[in-house]
């Protein structure tokens, strides 16, 4: 009897998933617990995805909720800029006398361009450095008006020096102990980087001292 050909199927046959294999072996029971394990994996796994994106958004939320107040801050603590205003020439004079003697009183006479200045010699060791102080004083404010810059434009600068005094039966007062005046003519001829508070005391237009300091 002549047997049949061997025909070989025309597509391969699948092999069978060794899961699914392995799943069918599985009880009821086991199948049971088999799918609730994956059920509770997939939702931890689901939860974690869920806090780490909201933790991200939170920290952006944060990050811009305080670069936002900072920016405003900037933008509101931004001065607004003033404009500055040229001060007149006599407040120039009294800037310029005020920033070597705080305490000095000055007048300025624009029609004569004449200032004058009053301030106090402090205290004192005695009549020697009392005089000193009316000569060095005297010359870092005729200095100061005659150097400024731009130049003040002054005729003449009249310097009045006030100290303490004790007379004879005790009394102190206040009174003006020395002076200077150096007018325009005179003060052009100066060379100041080449003169020192003794030397540029002869060669004022007046000068005074009181006549217990003159001994």
Sequence with gaps: MQQPPNYQPLYPQKKTNPFIAWFKR???????????????????C???????????????????????????KQQQAAPTPTPTRNLTLEERVKATATSVKKDAEVLYFPDQKTVQVTTYIGAQWD???????????????????????????????????????????????????GGCTLKRPTAEQFVWQNLTWRTAWDAYDFKSLASFLQK
């Design 26 to 44: 599985l009880s009821v029971r086991g199948k049971v617990l088999f799918i609730v394990a994956c059920a509770a994996l997939l939702c931890t």
């Design 46 to 72: 689901s939860g974690f995805g869920s806090f780490a994106n909201s933790g991200s958004k939170t920290a952006q939320t944060q990050a811009q909720a305080t670069t936002q107040p900072t920016q405003q």
């Design 127 to 177: 009549n020697n450095s009392a005089r000193d102080s009316v000569k060095m004083d005297c010359f870092r404010m005729q200095k100061a008006l005659w150097t400024a810059q731009p130049p003040l434009g002054l005729e003449s600068v009249i310097v009045f020096l006030q100290g303490d005094t004790i007379d004879t039966y005790g009394k102190e007062a206040r009174e003006q102990v």
